[in-house]
């Protein structure tokens, strides 16, 4: 990752203990409303949003407003705040919201930071296991107090992988079915979690050898895509270029066997042309 200029380490690391401060809340208001009725509404046919995304959104982007009037702000639910300075939030207030509401226990808070468009804090919190993801650049990634690094699988063959189904999948034929059918046939196992950020938080810790996906969202991916770089391991675009947020077809991995994951999605490309 290239230098980070114009900001005082202290200042990035004090933006990282603000987002830590405000996932955890975040994430206990996540548990509180687990058990409550839900309020479901549709933002497409398979996207859904519950009130406790809505809430979770709530709490976060007044919580950075007022400790930082001069950010920007891009959140999942439709939140925003032009910035007067270079630095954004990109927020994820509720990742695995189909999960939550079927309350199956997998679902994060994600909050990434960008300063002129370039990934500078990342924080996924899972409440359901009380794990605390965290990176800054140059710094590591860290679960809870502990350093973590990618895996050091060097076979595809041998590796697991994680990847999620574009909300789209209905009504575009590039809907990750060829992908998936690929992939299958050359690896140990595939693993379909439902929530991106927590995808990316588990391929920086080990959990997972590589995961891809298309169509995702900034806030889908921003605070994971750090964590991966500082653990070790490697991101790019489908094809192997920078990643592009706004694109969001990711691919990461331990870096180790990178280069057969993208050999992987070219055949399947090749084949549908």
Not at 23 to 34: D, F, M, T, V, Y
Not at 81 to 86: E, G, H, L, P, Q
Not at 126 to 132: Q, T
Not at 258 to 263: A, I, T, V
Request: with cysteine; charged share 30%.
């Amino acid at each position: 990752m290239p230098e980070i200029r114009s900001i005082n380490k202290s200042d990035i690391e004090a933006y990282e203990k603000a987002a830590v401060e405000i996932a955890i809340r975040a994430g206990n208001l996540l548990q509180e409303k687990r058990n409550e009725e839900r309020e479901i509404d549709y933002k497409g046919e398979a996207d859904l949003v519950t009130d406790a995304d809505t809430a979770s959104e709530k709490m976060i982007t007044e919580f950075i407003s007022q400790r930082f009037p001069d950010h920007g702000i891009v959140a999942e639910e439709g939140s925003e705040k032009d910035a007067t300075s270079d630095f954004s939030w990109i927020i994820d207030p509720l990742d695995g919201t189909t999960n939550y509401a079927h309350n199956f226990p997998v679902y994060c808070v994600s909050i990434g930071m960008l300063y002129q468009d370039q990934v500078i804090l990342g924080v996924i919190y899972n409440p359901i296991l009380d794990e605390l993801f965290r990176a800054i650049p140059g710094e590591g990634a860290y679960l809870n107090d502990r350093l973590i690094k990618v895996s050091k699988e060097n076979r595809l063959s041998n590796s697991l992988l994680a990847t999620g189904f574009p909300y789209d999948k209905n009504e575009s034929d590039r809907d990750n079915v060829g992908y998936f059918a690929a992939f299958t046939k050359g690896i140990r196992g595939i693993r379909r979690l439902g929530s991106a950020a927590l995808d990316l938080a588990y391929v920086a810790c080990g959990r997972l050898d590589g995961f891809w996906e298309l169509k995702l969202k900034p806030w889908d991916i921003a605070a994971g895509i750090l964590m991966v770089k500082e653990a070790g391991g490697q991101i790019s675009g489908f094809s192997g270029e920078i990643l592009d947020l706004q694109k969001g077809d990711v691919v990461a991995s331990n870096g180790v066997i990178h280069s057969d994951m993208l050999e992987t999605i070219k055949s399947v490309d090749e084949r549908s042309k």
